[in-house]
């Protein structure tokens, strides 16, 4: 694998190229007087089958995930809105991220694979225009019916691009994500301190991403 050249570098939006949302679960968890993790503990559990992947996979309208989510968490001892939860997700970009996303564009291939959801009208909220306009490609778990970290939505984003996933490097903040990409050949970077994310992609790909 470390003697394929890569030809096209993957990004996940939230915890990438925004500040993560677990965060602002972490401020809510403490003003409601939540266990610590408690929101990402809901999401964990029957994570393929829950009201959350069921949203990211458009089974699921912010309506009735507000309800659902409801309920899983009641189930788990304190009852959270899921309307409590979508208002968390939206973050900051990180500039230097997308810088580096820029440099990677200029000469390669770009992949935007994002576990997402439909706003009421079908639409998917995105505030970042100019930056979307960076990705050759963007996979949405709402408009494909299957999400992260399923296999296929791999295969997807690898299709579109005409590459195998050994011409591929993957930036994902959560390694459950980042499992069945390395298990198919790609190059794999978990993002915890985005500089430091930034400089081994800069040394994987071969070139300054300042």
Do not use: Q
């Not at 973050?91 to 996303?101: C, F, I, K, S």
């Amino acid at each position: 694998m470390s003697g394929t050249a890569v030809r096209a570098v993957l990004f996940d939006f939230g915890g990438v190229l925004t500040t993560s949302p677990f965060d602002a679960f972490a401020r809510y968890e403490a003003e409601h007087a939540l266990p610590a993790g408690f929101i990402r503990s809901v999401n964990a559990r029957n994570h393929h089958h829950n009201a959350w992947a069921r949203l990211e996979r458009a089974e699921l309208s912010p309506a009735a995930f507000d309800a659902a989510f409801a309920a899983e968490s009641a189930e788990l001892g304190h009852e959270v809105p899921g309307a409590d939860v979508l208002a968390l997700l939206a973050g900051d970009l990180r500039p230097a991220m997308v810088r580096a996303l820029t440099r990677v564009h200029e000469r390669l291939a770009t992949g935007l694979l994002t576990n997402n959801f439909l706003t009421g009208d079908g639409a998917t909220p995105s505030p970042f225009a100019a930056v979307l306009a960076e990705f050759d490609v963007i996979v949405e778990s709402a408009r494909v019916g299957v999400r992260k970290p399923e296999p296929r939505f791999y295969e997807l984003a690898c299709d579109a691009l005409a590459i195998e996933p050994s011409e591929a490097v993957f930036l994902d903040d959560l390694g459950v994500n980042l499992k069945p990409a390395a298990a198919m050949g790609m190059r794999t970077i978990k993002v915890v301190d985005p500089d430091a994310a930034i400089t081994e992609l800069a040394s994987i790909v071969g070139f300054s991403l300042a």
